[in-house]
């Protein structure tokens, strides 16, 4: 079954008939995307990208795994949205739950995706003495939090093995032939893989993008691939009857428009906290503009269940839950009788600890059904790699085909340019002198 | 200045006179709290906590803290909900960003959150080896998973150590009288500490809950108590017009009847992460009931103003924005101009890591205002243990206030009790045989 999608446990929230009133809109969507002739037709390149990724440069992105892990204790990822969020969901969710505690492993940090002059510091510290190589990810070489990141490692490199072995430890993921950051590596020699001009940074985590990364984490990204290929053609079927992933898209969009503004995405394993991160940014940023999208957001259970579970329970009923389980767990055993019983909980004796997780969905499912929110389920037959290539291409193809339904560009962001002109002006970057005089008004504060 | 809160850049969302509108019923709220005579007025021993807790107590949570980071290479904390998200926000918030990776610390892990077979696992082959004791918090002894969880550790400790060496290895926070851990705990001789009747799971960060844990990572937990207390004086006052706790309470209110659902919480500093989560279950499940409740939710600045931001900026209208702003940085420094200057961010070099950071707040904040959500700030000087207690008590009576006026009783959650029933009717269950005859009509699958 592989990765499937389940919402029978929203069937006292719709009827099956609604899915028919929209299954020619699905068809529409559907001949839209893969004639390449909607909104953000330019960026479509992840539509068949796992039939024709360059397999010469997932080779070149294996050896250099390879290097890095020979040479470095740690490998830093400069990188921030696109460029963060889908490695590190990669690696967090198929790796050891302390992978970078483990010892023999190369450990994996990410830096640029914050300007915290704290968390840069101790990151610093954290690795003095360490060996390390670097993987700078941007398409451009100037976005702002990156850029600064890769100054100060690039020096902190230099310093400690001068220029000439530096160059070789900095791996470079940017534009095939432009910007600043491709200059630069051409220039100093880093070995360079591609960010293709038709992948958004949301939709690029099987490119290099997440792929060194993970294969520096020692992920098969091979058989990560062979997931997404599947996948391309399982959901490559107009039909809304049987393609799942089309049918996730509709759903949501029917229970978006009987007034569910918000999507909660569910976890009990949490490893897949990253995962529900990546998500938000692919459903957020595809769907959130011209005033309208459902607002995605997740939770941990059933930690959260102690949290935020009372207000699924009985809050204020716009919800959907949305549950991403694992069918399979990669570890599991038998919990044991205790002679004394003080806690009594010798009921479970003889059950495995995930029976148990798998119950406690159950039951939380379905209390949320009967309290007022629709229960979506996507299931994982396995956390591995292939499922997760499965997976980000179920994930890819359903925001794409929701994002038509809502009537909206799902492949811009225009609206991610306006707070780095006002942060240019207030930083005085030469060409924003008159964005600088349009800030009065405001009180600055902090 | 402390912590403060600041709502102009909300003016354009609401007058404020609307405030003036509202000042009675914060009077009313003041005098219900103050006077113990609301709904759940069983709970509001943390409302005079600060001036009234057990200075013998606290000095026992620090002698026991003494003894862990002696004797142990690792202290687990067992508990959920309100027993885990204060201490792991506090640690998070105010130890070193990667405190559990480095060298001569008594690191501190938690356990019993969740039921992943693969977590638990995981933790196990982490701490083979190394020498650990336990914090086992739970008011009953019988919540699930994390009483599965202590059964596991329990009889690793024992396994390791014998019985008589792991009881010294075993502290409990519990019930003072009754339930089944105050019993294990007395009949097997662990050091135990209290969780107060009167003090509800997410008003007890500031109990031995959060505290042993916290003094075990190096807190300073006298300073965060006087922080609080300090707040505690600067809070009780029934006036609107200068209370800034109650202004917040009061502005999400205001913005709320206009039909602002959700309230993001966000941070540009990414150790802040777990305090969004421990907000986010104080105000969730104090507010989330009754088919009422502002939504919370939270993310990361600026990495997600390249994921959400995009929402943000021009999605659905539903938002308010709540920033959590540090003003003095722990550590900061200077950035320094690149002579090739190839990124062309040399308009950067000469201010402050911190100053960047800023500016890109106040950038975002103004593009949001702009866009068309309102914010609200609060600022907290510094990231360290007094002000951390202040912005605890902050929020907590920020909250009791916020409930009050949404018309509900912020300190029950009768929610969380209906996905236990179905689970534990599921799970066989003595005494759950009648529930279980009740869950049919489900699809039950994963």
């Given amino acids: 079954m592989a990765v499937s999608f389940n919402y029978s446990n929203s069937l006292s929230f719709m009827n099956k008939s609604e899915l028919d009133h929209v299954s020619e809109f699905v068809n529409v969507a559907h001949n839209r995307l893969h004639e390449k002739r909607g909104p953000g037709s330019d960026f479509l390149g992840w539509l068949d990208w796992p039939i024709r990724y360059n397999r010469d440069e997932c080779m070149r992105v294996k050896k250099a795994a390879e290097k890095i892990r020979n040479q470095s204790d740690a ?21 050891h739950s302390f992978y970078n505690q483990m010892e023999n492993t190369t450990k994996v940090y990410f830096a640029g995706q914050n300007i915290s002059s704290t968390y ?8 003095d003495g360490k060996d390390i190589s670097i993987n700078v990810i941007s398409k451009s070489g100037t976005t702002m939090e990156p850029a600064i990141a890769f100054r100060i490692f690039r020096d902190y490199l230099e310093k400690n093995y001068g220029k000439e072995e530096a160059r070789k430890r900095i791996y470079a993921t940017t534009d095939q032939e ?7 590596a ?10 293709p001009d038709d992948i958004g940074g949301r ?4 490119t290099a993008v997440g792929l060194l990364p993970m294969a520096t984490a020692g992920l098969d990204i091979d058989q990560m691939m062979t997931g997404a290929e599947q996948a391309y053609y399982k959901y490559n079927n107009p039909d809304l009857s049987t393609n799942e992933c089309y049918q996730y898209a509709a759903v949501r969009n029917i229970l978006h428009q009987k007034g569910r503004d918000i999507e909660l995405l569910v976890n009990y394993e949490p490893s897949l906290q990253y995962v529900a991160e990546w ?44 549950v991403l389980q694992v069918t399979k767990p990669a570890i599991d055993f038998t919990i044991k009788a205790d002679p004394d019983n003080i806690d009594g909980l010798n009921f479970l004796a003889g059950q495995t600890m995930d029976e148990v997780n798998k119950k406690a969905f159950q039951g939380a499912m379905m209390a949320h059904v009967d309290g007022g929110i629709p229960n979506l389920l996507i299931e994982l037959e396995e956390l591995n790699e292939y499922h997760f290539g499965e997976l980000v291409y179920f994930f890819e193809k359903a925001c794409a085909i929701s994002g ?9 962001q225009p609206g991610v340019e306006a707070y780095k002109k006002n942060m240019f002006a207030l930083l005085g970057k030469p060409g924003f002198e008159k964005e600088k005089l349009n800030l009065g008004g405001f009180s600055i504060v902090g």
């Fill in 203 to 206: 939709y690029s985590v099987l």
């Fill in 186 to 195: 051409d220039e100093e020699g880093y070995e360079s893989f591609v960010i």
């Fill in 120 to 127: 840069i510091t101790h990151l610093l510290e954290l690795l």
């Fill in 404 to 412: 038509c339904l809502l009537g909206v560009n799902p492949f811009d």
């Fill in 75 to 95: 490998l830093i990822v400069i990188g921030t949205g696109g460029s963060y969020l889908g490695a590190r969901a990669a690696i967090e969710a198929l790796s």
């Fill in 178 to 184: 432009k910007g600043a950051l491709k200059k630069l």
């Fill in 279 to 322: 998500w938000k940014q692919l459903f957020g940023e595809s769907e959130g503009k011209d005033q309208k999208g459902l607002f995605p957001a997740s939770v941990n259970f059933p930690t959260d269940l102690h949290s935020m579970g009372q207000y699924v329970q009985e809050g204020r009923r716009h919800l959907i839950e949305t």
